[in-house]
């Protein structure tokens, strides 16, 4: 009896100094999760009148939005070859018509790879993570060959071809770590499949009027040749003037050249040549030589006519080379957040193991109690029952938990090597050796405004939407152009030359039998005719204008219409990528201040079901609980670990996610980008806001002097 009565009194202690704790934990948790000072405003109280400080819609009088930023130089290369110019005819007269081969990818993995793999194991930092992404990941690596591609539509439009264009949007075939941000930049019209619609044209492809309007000159000589030889043999009796068969041989060589020019001038020039011998008794010459060219110079007067109207293809390409700079940096700032998100999933899946396997430990240790006791008649058998259910379901716990780290664990290795065959990296477990520490961000108490405008500074998808802007309004001028008549002006000369040696059978030499070649002119050879051709003696010149009117119009229209609407388009998606930006970002400034609270929070409610465990535990040593109880408390202790360990990840993502809004990743980890456009890393990035692993800490003691609950730090609604 009495016995049982001090058992009593001290489990009553117990569950009062539980309680203390209790207030003690929430005391800690609010007054670490209090945000700063004007961190986040009432969300219900009136606005307060103030200047506008950033301005996007052009209006006058009022601060504009900044020019975007294009942070690194441009014409960012893979390799140090200038696909813009490639092969000329200056040192080898052929290389022009030769091919040129790209470097086959790289597709093992690089040696620093090996170096983190130490007794079977990956031990894998996060700045390891984001400088193996860098070197293999295939993501960046296929952005990489864009920046080549963009430059050979610069050496197409150098000459004057049309443009094929260059894709700019993210590569996102690796998996796991998707982020929410805006990503996409401004196409034409912004439109994209599921985006304003699908597309309705053949077979879903919509073309749009970019590069629309005149088409300009081949500013590429063209040189062309003809050489041909032909003998014939007519029959005789086809006519009263030739009774008898004629053998006729010619031989052919002629040639051509043709050049645009950028004023919309454009030179041919032909020069003709033949041979012929006759046996008919009609032709003066056998053999006869004949020379001839004719230089043609035409100006176009309306449609296509300028500098401006045959270059701006030049300038497109350019601008679409810029848009490739830019979007290849967007795709290194998504694949390092990207990578980053994988790294704290990966966090979370091995920090959740660690807490499965601490719960398996502790149910198994009460089961084997729980038989102890059994054996000695201090405990009823029921109490085995429940207490081995707890060992199997924590078992199935871990299993599950394990393999989704090894799920993890995968994910990790494909978004950071290139190669998976190597039975050895395949089945290494990837450790990670950081975590995120708590410590504030400078973006959390910069003004808000001050973000926002940082963003619209760098943030990639911005600067693609003005320079597609810039596109369309190239083209909206060239389809201008294109709505005027062709009207073209022309001047040609030339000349004549013939050349050869009378044909005896010929009616001048039986007339004129003594004159010197039968009294024809022009006795010689080639040389003679080509001489006749070039010293105007015979020569050919004229001028001249065409004109075509097309009547109505309409294909021109529509198209000039079209690049308007176009436009319109993409000045609506840029003010909405300026909306959406200043919404992510407001959201994201909040949501680090919201998370970091929620991480405090979970921490100290973590720490306050150790602290309720090891009482009950106690109790039950005690005789004053029991093991139903004992196993509550152990759940509610697992299910505070797995709250704690998914609001870090969060946390930790959120993090990642407004550096990615703000465009600023590259520059906080100092990562160089134009190493990055090579993939040769020789400076590991370095991430801030990290901390070693460390384990949970044993339950604080219980004290019966808690701390006084801290102040009130919420909203209250305005009624």
Known sequence: MKAGTLQGAAGIALLFMGTLGQDVALAQAGQQQAPPAGAQANPTAPAAPQAQQIDTTGRPDVPQAPEPAHPGPLYLRETGKDYTTLKSHWKNPIAPYTATDYNAPRLSNTPRLKDLLRDGRIYLSLSDSVLLALEN???????????????????????????????????????????????????????????????????????????????????????????????????????????????????????????????????????????????????????????NFKATVTQNLLQGFGTWIQGRFVLQAKNNRRITDSAFRQQLIYTVTQVESIYWNLVSAYEDVQAKTRALEQSTKLASDNRRQLEIGTLAPLDIVNSDQAVSTDQQSLTTSQSNLEYQQLLMKQAIVRDLNDPQLATAPVVPTDRVSLERLPEEDTPLEDLVKQAYVNNPSIEQAILNMENNKITIRAEKNGLLPVLNAYAFYGGTGIAGTANPASSAC??????????????????????????????????????????????????????????????????????????????????????????????????????????????????????????????????????????????????????????????????????????????????????????????????????????????????
């Open 137 to 291: 990941n295939f993501d960046i690596e296929i952005a990489r060959v864009n920046l080549d591609i963009a430059d050979t539509d610069i050496l197409r439009a150098k000459a004057g071809s049309t443009l094929r264009g260059v894709s700019t949007g993210l590569v996102a075939n690796t998996l796991g770590g998707t982020s929410s941000t805006v990503t996409g930049g401004g196409g034409p019209g912004g439109t994209t499949t599921s985006s304003g619609g699908s597309g309705t044209g053949a077979a879903g492809l919509v073309l749009s009027t970019n590069g629309g309007g005149p088409t300009p000159l081949n500013r590429d000589p063209l040189l062309s040749g003809t050489l041909q030889y032909e003998s014939s043999i007519a029959p005789g009796g086809t006519s009263i003037f030739n009774p008898n068969s004629t053998t006729t041989d010619t031989a052919t060589y002629n040639f051509g050249y043709a050049q645009g020019f950028l004023t919309g001038t454009q030179l041919n020039v032909t020069y003709n040549n033949s041979r012929v011998t006759s046996t008919s008794f009609l032709s003066a010459y056998t053999p006869q030589f004949n020379a």
């Open 510 to 719: 039986t007339n004129n039998p003594t004159l010197p070649n039968c009294g024809l002119g022009n006795y010689g050879a080639y040389g003679t005719a080509f001489s006749g051709a070039f010293n105007n003696s015979a020569p050919d010149r004229g001028v001249g204008a065409t004109l075509q009117i097309p009547i109505r119009n309409r294909p021109a229209q529509a198209d000039q219409a079209r690049s308007q609407m176009e436009y319109r388009q993409a000045q609506m998606r840029l003010q909405q990528l300026y909306t959406q930006t200043r919404i992510q970002v407001i959201n994201g400034q909040y949501a680090l201040t919201n998370d970091r609270a929620s991480v405090v929070a979970a921490q100290a409610t973590r720490d306050y079901q150790a602290q309720a465990l090891d009482a009950e535990q106690k109790r039950f040593r005690l005789g004053a609980s029991t093991t139903a109880n004992v196993l509550q408390q152990e759940r509610n202790l697992a299910t505070a670990e797995n709250t704690l360990i998914t609001a870090t990840a969060v946390y930790a993502r959120d993090r990642a996610s407004l550096q990615q809004l703000l465009a600023n990743t590259l520059d906080r980890y100092g990562i160089n980008l134009e190493q990055a456009a090579t993939g040769n890393i020789t400076t590991a990035p370095v991430i801030p806001g990290l901390t070693a692993p460390k384990d949970p800490e044993p339950p604080k003691p219980l004290t019966n002097t808690p701390p006084p609950l801290p102040p009130f730090q919420g909203v209250t609604p305005q009624r």
